[in-house]
């Protein structure tokens, strides 16, 4: 079984500060973690995705997250936070299901994100 | 390119009234196609989800139900709405590489 923890559902940072939202995960099989960004109304977009292979991933609008598997972490960072940062992230694990049986992910509950001018 | 459509975006209905919300996906073939949603202050709960055609597996007991008549489409229902249906209603698909792919999804609102 797979789950996943957001520590702390809301984070304020000030713009042009580093964002950092931590996740930590469990699984029973090597995971395949994913970060997606949701905005107001609107549906879940990928941000970064880790499979197999380098350790540190980097993702679109200038996120990164890097996979500590001695730790059981997935945090999600950008070195400078801006306006249009401001949004819901939602980390989530795999399980890692062949096509046939359906492949489930497990979000965390969610991190809203408030950017300050 | 992929694209997925949910429609309607907004649904204002009362208790007791049926429901349909519908999902298409072009771009792909057999897909595999999923329901989530989000209740206010809470995370993404999966109510469904289908690996082919008429193939429709269900993760809670619930007043809800799912029909997949087509490749590509993924329909979610009820015959009497609840209160506690309220929610933002999200459809997505994924093939084989595991990421699922989400719609711009639909909020339903319960009077």
């Known amino acids: 079984a797979q789950s996943v923890t957001q520590l702390g559902s809301h984070v304020s940072v000030s713009e042009g500060a580093l964002v950092l939202l931590r996740c930590n995960y469990s699984s029973s099989v090597p995971p395949y973690l994913f970060w997606y960004v949701q905005y107001p109304n609107q549906g879940l977009q990928l941000l970064l995705k880790y499979t197999t292979g380098a350790t540190l991933v980097k993702g679109i609008n200038g996120f990164e997250a890097e996979f500590k598997k001695s730790e059981t972490s997935f945090h999600l960072t950008k070195p400078s936070a801006h306006m249009s940062d401001a949004a819901e992230y939602f980390c989530a694990v795999s399980d890692r299901g062949i096509k046939a049986a359906g492949n489930k992910l497990t979000f965390g509950g969610g991190t809203r994100v408030l950017v300050k001018p | 390119s992929q694209t997925i459509h949910q429609w309607p975006a907004t649904l204002v209905q009362p208790v007791g009234s049926p429901l349909s919300l519908e999902c298409t996906v072009e771009?792909?073939?057999?897909?595999?196609l999923y329901w989530y949603r989000q209740a206010a202050g809470r995370g993404l709960q999966l109510l469904f989800y289908?690996?082919?055609?008429?193939?429709i597996s269900s993760e809670v007991p619930q007043n809800l139900s799912a029909s997949r008549p087509q490749d590509r489409q993924f329909i979610l229902s009820s015959k009497k709405l609840l209160l506690s249906d309220s929610g933002f209603y999200l459809c997505?698909?994924?093939?084989?590489?595991?990421?699922?792919?989400f719609g711009p999804g639909t909020r339903l609102t319960v009077t």
């Open positions: 289908s690996v082919g055609i008429g193939q």
């Open positions: 997505a698909w994924d093939r084989s590489s595991y990421e699922q792919y």
């Open positions: 771009g792909t073939s057999n897909p595999n």
